[in-house]
């Protein structure tokens, strides 16, 4: 079974850092780029950031651009999210998500991943 186990949120003030971690099993991992989506509460569920195979590619939410760091550590099966700046509007639950149909644009998607995380609770508070 797959399985992917995200941590690292918390309560932190604006302008503060986070890194969330997503670890997985079940999967070949390195066979699936990796992504990052939020929700805050009454909101659609939204794309933060997606990395490729092997790391050498990435995708960002304009929102987040030059804030937040998607990598990846394929040895130990687990993604991060480096979040920097933080903002009040960064408040959401966060999952992790993997997804194995291909690499592009489509990764911004949510119905294009196959597998996800239970989510972490990450609270910007002003």
């Known amino acids: 079974q797959a399985q992917l186990v995200e941590s690292g949120g918390g309560l932190v003030q604006a302008g503060g850092s986070l890194r969330l971690s997503c670890t997985t099993s079940?999967?070949?991992?390195?066979?699936?780029?990796m992504g990052w989506f939020r929700q805050a509460p009454g909101k659609e569920r939204e794309f933060v950031s997606a990395?490729?195979?092997?790391?050498?590619?990435?995708y960002y939410a304009d929102s987040v651009k030059g804030r937040f760091t998607i990598s990846r550590f394929n040895a130990q099966d687990t993604v991060y999210l480096q979040m920097n700046s933080l903002k009040p509007e960064d408040t959401a639950v966060y999952y992790c998500?993997?997804?194995?149909?291909?690499?592009?644009?489509?990764?911004?998607?949510?119905?294009?991943?196959?597998?996800w995380g239970q989510g972490t609770q990450v609270t910007v508070s002003s």
């Open positions: 998500a993997a997804g194995l149909s291909g690499w592009g644009p489509e990764r911004r998607i949510e119905g294009n991943y196959d597998y």
């Open positions: 079940g999967i070949t991992f390195s066979s699936y780029a």
């Open positions: 990395i490729s195979w092997t790391g050498g590619s990435t």
